[in-house]
């Protein structure tokens, strides 16, 4: 008897759950470490039992009709799952999991405050500033001052699975408030903690730092936008780790070169990567990291399980463990 076969978009995954999936399956694996070129994926999904994903991606229509009907599960070693056409899959009694393991979750949260401290205390900008030669004085109390957390409003976007974890992490800082706002609350174990739930307007007026950790859905789409940047504080920084399509861009080019926010601080944006003469990357006044929240060690290696026990526990006829549908 044939073993199923199962796809995987890259031969870089974390190799732990690359290996549980070859003890019981046929994994074919593409060969490149880089996003899966689209016809090479819809040539090779092509009598899939399952399959091995990520953000970058697209897994629509085309793709699902390319797998054809042994295609039971799609599981993707993401927290977010907005890469998956999820009504085409629920149409296909198509199985969809993602991997939000509590590792990965802890280390978006750990990275989400080192931007934040960042961009708050000017971190990076003067780091350049050393290389680029720049500091050709001794200590002077007027240069690269920043601002701490204490005594500041924090607003955060979506206090799901990491919005709280950042939450919690705040704590020690002195924070005086934090805000948040979310599609469900109130959410009684933050609000317990001393969080505040405001609308989402409101919570941009207020807030010295605006930190995004929402899902990236249709209604939250492009959510920080023109107006969103113009309620902010001038003197406000904007945070996100979230999706980059929870971003109008353009929008925040805007703000930052026009200085109506003072400071960005984004793990994720689009496209990804950015092209090398993108204006975000000339702007003096953001960081802009790789999409690299989650690049911790155990929390790679955790999720490549995760992912692949998923698949394990469908293909044998059991419930998967982190179903999304």
Known sequence: MSKAKVFVTRPDFP????????????????????????????????????????????????????????????????????HIDIEECKKRNIIVCNSPNPMMVASVAEFTIGLLLAVAR????????????????????????????????????????????????????????????????????????GARYAPFEELLKESDYVISTCNLT??????FD?????LMKSSAAFINTSRGGVVDQEALVEALREKRIKAAAIDVMHPEPLPRDHELLSLPNIIVT??????????MWAQSSLTAENIIEVLEGRDPLTLVY
């Open 290 to 299: 790789p999409h690299i929240a989650a690049l911790e060690e155990s929390a």
């Open 218 to 223: 249709e209604k939250s789409r492009g959510i």
């Open 15 to 82: 190799e732990n759950g690359i290996r549980l999936l070859q003890e019981k399956y046929d994994v074919e694996m593409y060969p490149y470490s880089k996003a899966v070129e689209r016809d090479y994926l819809l040539e090779h999904v092509k009598g899939a039992s399952a399959l091995f994903c990520i953000t970058s991606e697209q897994i629509d229509k085309a793709v699902l009709d390319a797998a054809g009907p042994e295609l039971k599960i799609i599981s993707s070693m993401s927290l977010g799952f907005e």
């Open 226 to 230: 023109r107006k969103a940047f113009s």
């Open 122 to 193: 000017k971190i990076v900008e003067a780091s350049g500033a050393i290389q680029r030669g720049e500091w050709i004085e001794g200590w002077n109390p007027n240069w690269y001052v920043g601002r701490g957390l204490t005594g500041a409003v924090v607003g955060i976007v979506g206090m799901g699975r990491v919005g709280k974890a950042v939450f919690s992490r705040l704590q020690p800082f002195g924070v005086m408030q934090v805000l948040y706002f979310d599609i469900f609350h109130p959410i009684v174990e933050v609000e317990s903690m």
